[in-house]
């Protein structure tokens, strides 16, 4: 991780501004630092869809728990109760093993899948492929295709649903969910995600990215300080630039 006074302290040096509030904390160096974490996860987002980094490279980021899906074999990843929001999921894993070792309660209430932070996640001999409506929909019965429903027996394969909203009158999952297939209604799933970062409140907190990537959120916080000075410089564009100097630090 990058601590946040290491980062005022370069900046302050390169302002000259040591010892004088010409910039503070508050109004100055925590806004442009919020801002350039927002500018990374777009670069990294970017970086990700090219395939020239993988989302294991932000291991700091990097967090498995454990679910008990829904009576319809959703589950909805409650944020609050997690303690943090969800940047991307990385793994869906049917069946884990868990520690302690755990039966999967009665739901209280079919449509609310429940967060286990009772639990920790330690392996599975499965993991879910996403698939798009289209796929999850035509697939059903195709043997070729992960999570049909014709194969339940040693050679079943799972697959997963990316996040849709079912809500109605009668069915409050609180939320957007992902649907589970073949059935897994009622048990333990593992989800692996990556964590969006958090955005600095104090100057003693961590910034929750890699030590190699300092130079690049130092440089950027810069650049933000000098947009409030009326440069004209462009927020949150993303360049090939921006990336290759992303992966360059990262390997």
Known sequence: MISAQ???DRMKSVLDAEGSDRYLFEQDFKPAINSAIDWLVAVFNAAFSDK????EDLRELV?????QANSFSRIQFNETALGYKIWSILAVSPEPTVFPLATPPQLVSP???VFRNDLSFIDSYFSAKRLTIE?????RQNVFSSGNESLLNGLKTYSYLGHGNYSSSS????????Q???SVAGNFVGVTVLKNPSKISLVTDNIEFPETIMDLLFQKSLNFIAYKQGDQTNLYSVTA???STLVKLMV
């Open 6 to 8: 290491s980062v005022v």
């Open 52 to 55: 020239k980094l993988s989302e």
């Open 111 to 113: 449509e609310k899948s």
């Open 180 to 182: 589970i297939r073949p």
């Open 241 to 243: 630039q921006d990336v």
């Open 171 to 178: 069915y409050n999952a609180g939320g957007e969910e992902i």
């Open 63 to 67: 967090k498995t728990t454990i679910w």
């Open 135 to 139: 796929e999850w929909n035509e697939n």
